[in-house]
């Protein structure tokens, strides 16, 4: 069975920063394009970041455009979001995903195109 499991979220002031953590179990990233979305309360599901198979091609969504890095730990099948000078409008559950492909170049930013979740670690920035 397959799970991927967040964590690293938390309660932070605003300016600061926070890592989230992003393991597999049952199944190897190796074999994956992986993505990051936040759900707030009373929002849709939107995408975060997102990093190709490879690793080589990365997107990221203009609100958290050079504030969050997503990283792969092949080795340690973990996928990081790196998360700094965090605002309040960041709040909310942060979500990985895994989608299984043979592409090494595409990143994919639609939730309907993965195929796996994570259950969420809930992120609050306080003012």
């Known amino acids: 069975q397959v799970q991927l499991v967040e964590s690293g979220g938390g309660l932070v002031q605003a300016g600061g920063s926070l890592r989230l953590s992003c393991a597999a179990s049952?199944?190897?990233?190796?074999?994956?394009?992986m993505g990051w979305f936040r759900q707030a309360p009373g929002k849709e599901r939107e995408r975060v970041a997102a990093s190709s198979l490879s690793g080589g091609n990365t997107y990221y969504a203009d609100s958290v455009k050079g504030r969050f890095t997503i990283t792969r730990d092949y080795a340690q099948n973990t996928v990081y979001l790196q998360m700094s000078s965090l605002k309040p409008e960041d709040t909310a559950v942060y979500y990985c995903?895994?989608?299984?492909?043979?592409?090494?170049?595409?990143?994919?930013?639609?939730?309907?195109?993965?195929?796996?979740w994570g259950q969420g670690t809930q992120v609050t920035v306080s003012s």
């Open positions: 049952g199944r190897t990233f190796s074999r994956d394009a």
């Open positions: 995903a895994a989608k299984t492909t043979i592409n090494s170049n595409p990143y994919y930013i639609r939730p309907t195109e993965y195929d796996y």
